[in-house]
């Protein structure tokens, strides 16, 4: 395990900023990339072009539930974890090979959902859609353990914040390039949903993820700890499922309820505002090209802008103080989707808000995956990170699935109001995970005298 520490030594600014430049820090870059990438296809970008096609918008949250596969990738978590795939795991080792294969899964249910035309064969759409969020699920399993083993608990925070870069770069290219890419493909002077525009735009992402693939076939495997074989299925069985969990219960005991109460219910707030968000869009009356410039674009830069800040003030700060302010800023800028609600077109106020939203949200992310990578024991990585970042989704993805028919039934300002006041108990959770001090540890990759902050530190 390693814990994390609010009282080491800090460093210089310069020390700080230097980490940024390294090899395994400009890998996360590019592999953020290839893990942003598939996650609005499925999810943001594909509510915009369905409610285009004239999908309704219950119908729209109920299928955001194909999210709920990165909320289970801890179920297959051990098998990314422990098991080699036949020929690859020998070329290219045991993380570059699942992302790989990962990699590929998503290409190819990109490309199916590209030639699917979802205003009369839906059913398929969600069926590839599934088959890319599997794909990513996967490849976010083997990616968070290879970042993990990549570099100490110490350059975490860098790393994460480089993988954030990456994975908002992406959703720039699948946010607002897809837009882009579909309303430059449509026929002029034809208001009707146009597939052809969309099909050319999914065919443009599928051929991206080859930032992905050239990243991992020009990456080191990383070092990890050598398991010894499993003389049985159950020995393996035990290796696999039972100790990652176990472990991490041994060491935490009564407070592992608290951290994974808190893991849970984080980020609620921003993942049911977030299904919502591009139909409200589309209903205020934004343009593709509005939507993409500003959402996707100028927005998704403030998370950039965000996510580094998050990572420096982490490291200089400390993870927990940074994460109580991450949870502040992500509840309070769900308000002004609200006030955004009540403005019209009125695309300055769109600026404005998208802007502190994503940058919110930015400093948030940072902070909450360094929190995550601390808890992990390096002997389970994969599959503990895997737990972590499942549950994180789990109920929000759940509950977000109810938000389409939420805002039929009250609207869509009570809808944000509402968001913002589930980010109440993040914050009693964070406070008191901050007071809590985590029991001893043998951990292989714990240091000395870390711990979680006492109240007073």
């Known amino acids: 395990m390693t814990q994390v520490s609010d009282n080491a030594p800090r460093r210089s600014w310069a020390d700080t900023l230097r980490v940024y430049k390294e090899p395994a ?110 794909g990513s699920a996967t490849q976010d399993i083997a990616l968070d353990a290879f970042r993990i083993e990549s570099a100490d608990v110490d350059r975490q925070a860098a790393l994460a914040a480089a993988y954030q870069t990456g994975y908002r770069l992406a959703m720039i290219w699948a946010g607002a390039g897809v837009l882009w890419i579909a309303a430059r493909a449509e026929v002029a002077n034809v208001n009707a949903y146009q597939h052809s525009a969309w099909q050319t735009a999914y065919l443009v992402m599928a051929a991206s993820m080859l930032v992905g693939v050239l990243t991992v076939l020009l990456s080191p495997e990383p070092a990890q700890k050598v398991l010894p074989p499993a003389k049985n299925a159950a020995e393996w069985i035990q290796g696999a499922l039972v100790d990652p969990f176990a472990d991490f219960i041994r060491r935490y005991r009564w407070q592992a309820a608290l951290i994974l109460g808190l893991i849970a219910v984080y980020r609620i707030s921003d993942v049911v505002m977030g299904i919502m968000a591009n139909p409200f869009y589309v209903d205020m009356g934004f343009t593709k090209d509005e939507v993409a410039a500003v959402t996707k674009v100028f927005g998704v830069i ?156």
Do not use: C
């Open 25 to 134: 820090t400009l890998r996360m870059l590019f592999l953020g990339f290839s893990a942003g990438l598939p996650l609005l296809l499925v999810l943001g970008t594909l509510s915009f072009r369905l409610r285009e096609a004239g999908i309704d918008r219950t119908t729209i949250g109920y299928l955001s539930w194909v999210g709920l596969a990165y909320g289970f990738k801890w179920v297959w978590a051990p098998l990314v974890d422990r098991l080699p795939l036949p020929g690859l795991t020998r070329l290219l080792g045991r993380r570059r090979s699942w992302l790989l294969f990962a990699q590929t899964l998503i290409m190819a249910g990109l490309l199916g959902m590209a030639l699917t035309d979802p205003k009369f064969t839906l059913d398929t759409m969600v069926w590839f859609a599934l088959m890319v969020a599997f």
């Open 302 to 457: 403030m998370t950039l802008v965000g996510a580094f800040v998050g990572g420096v003030l982490s490291m200089r700060f400390g993870i927990m103080r940074i994460l109580m302010l991450g949870a502040i800023l992500s509840a309070a800028s769900n308000l002004l989707f609200a006030w955004l609600g009540s403005r019209g077109h009125d695309l300055n106020a769109l600026i404005f808000v998208v802007s502190a939203d994503n940058l919110s949200s930015g400093i948030a992310s940072a902070a909450f995956i360094a929190y995550l990578s601390s808890l992990t024991n390096i002997s389970y990585s994969a599959t503990q990170y895997a737990l972590f970042s499942s549950l994180m989704l789990l109920f929000p993805k759940f509950l977000a699935g109810y938000s389409g028919k939420y805002v039929d039934t009250f609207g869509y300002g009570h809808f944000f109001t509402a968001t913002a006041l589930l980010g109440v108990p993040v914050l009693i959770l964070v406070w008191l995970a901050t007071r809590a001090m985590p029991v001893p540890t043998n951990s292989p990759n714990a240091k000395p005298q870390e711990t979680i902050p006492s109240a007073g530190s």
